[in-house]
């Protein structure tokens, strides 16, 4: 990696490099993740055992669809205990609601604070240095919102200012990258935690016909809390960027509000996810990536490092094929997805620690970098990154 111009910063191996001035920096990660885990192998039994169905037709959709997702573990809040405990999840058509909004918000309140504690544990200062908070989380429905309970329960200062994105789906994590820089940059020597939770509990229920996207849920995403501290100016012994955020932006596409589609009923969340996303994406990825490299002269997309949210593994492989990546660019990407499946806004964090390991052990030789999500509207995140090392 390249001088960045300007402050001295220690990387996680001792080294110095120099940091730009004024930009924001990522300066540690945490997750937290429920204890409850899932391997590829069992979901299957798990799932029609804990819905009681014995439909061989959603057993063979199931198999093939467990398959395909490239998924290898994940984590869920949901258990045998619980659903003990809350029949009527199974239920098809209980007003269910109320019960799994419960659940909802005392898991990702848990998983929330054992991620942001994580995050702060590494950054190594204490957590009354943190001047804002940015919440992000599509699982939970109260007032006041998670936001205040978590800086309650870490103990952060109540003049915190705190901020909460709210049920953006996937792009939620890279969004809320994307508002912790800005408040980093605009508010000098401040500290920004991002917390995003996120659990499948609101959606969750029995297979149906009229409702194939909850095999693809069943088979792809997963539960857990991630966490990231943000700051801007003068760079303190104990802290260890290794990641400047250097511009960002957001696109929607006209007209696509319908492809990811959520709605909240009595009987939780209703999710329908078109088959024409990855196709939607393709359709204006490399432009919105020019966007973003254009603005430090970069041409070749293989000349970038790449933090991609995998959505899943479709969306992967038409972003390769269309920018003709090279296979070792969204590596760390299918890494996440592998070991954690899709976690709505937090997987990108999940890859962004990939990241920091490949650039402290400097696998990685490109200077510059992409961080990229996608959710409902459909909405672009993205983001240009510079490694420190």
């Known amino acids: 990696m390249a001088d960045l111009g300007f402050g001295d910063a220690r990387s996680g191996n001792g080294s110095r490099s120099q940091c730009s001035r004024g930009k924001a920096m990522l300066l540690a990660l945490g997750k937290g993740l429920p204890e409850q885990v ?12 804990d819905t009681i169905c014995d439909d061989p037709a959603t057993r063979a959709k199931l198999e093939r669809l467990c398959k ?16 003990d405990e809350h029949p009527e999840l199974r239920t098809e058509g209980t007003p269910t609601l109320t019960p799994r909004l419960d659940i909802c918000n005392a898991a990702v309140l848990e998983l929330g604070a054992t991620a942001a504690r994580a995050a702060l544990g590494e950054w190594g200062r204490p957590a009354a240095d943190i001047t804002h908070l940015v919440y992000i989380s599509s699982s939970e429905l109260r007032l006041p919102g998670g936001d205040l309970f978590l800086a309650t329960r870490l103990g952060l200062h109540p003049n915190t200012v705190r901020t909460s994105l709210l049920f953006l789906g996937c792009s939620g994590g890279a969004a809320a990258l994307r508002t912790a820089k800005d408040i980093a940059e605009n508010n000098p020597g401040s500290r920004v935690l991002v917390v995003a939770a996120e659990t499948t509990v609101l959606g969750f229920r029995p297979p149906s016909p009229d409702r194939p996207y909850d095999l693809v849920g069943a088979a792809l995403f997963g539960d857990g809390a991630s966490a990231a501290i943000i700051g801007a100016g003068p760079i303190a012994a104990e802290e260890s960027p290794f990641l400047e955020l250097q511009f960002s932006t957001q696109e929607f596409l006209p007209g696509t509000d319908k492809v990811i589609d959520g709605k909240i009923t009595e009987e939780g969340i209703n999710f329908k996810l078109g088959r024409d996303l990855p196709e939607k994406i393709e359709s204006r990825v490399e432009g919105f990536c020019r966007t973003l490299m254009d603005r430090v002269g970069i041409k070749e997309f293989n000349d970038v490092f790449w933090a991609v949210h995998p959505g899943g593994p479709a969306i992967l492989n038409r ?3 269309c920018l003709e990546l090279q296979p070792e660019k969204l590596k760390i990407s299918r890494k996440a997805l592998m070991n954690y499946g899709n976690v709505s806004s937090n997987t990108v964090f999940y890859v962004l620690e990939y990241l920091r390991d490949e650039l402290k052990k400097g696998m990685i030789r490109e200077e510059w970098g992409l961080i990229l999500a996608f959710g409902p509207g459909i909405t672009f995140e993205g983001m240009l990154v510079r490694g420190i090392n």
């Open 38 to 49: 899932l391997p590829q192998e069992k979901v299957v039994e798990t799932y029609l055992q």
């Open 68 to 83: 395909t997702t490239t998924v290898r573990t994940r984590y869920t809040v949901m258990s045998k205990e619980l659903l």
């Open 319 to 321: 972003l390769e094929v």
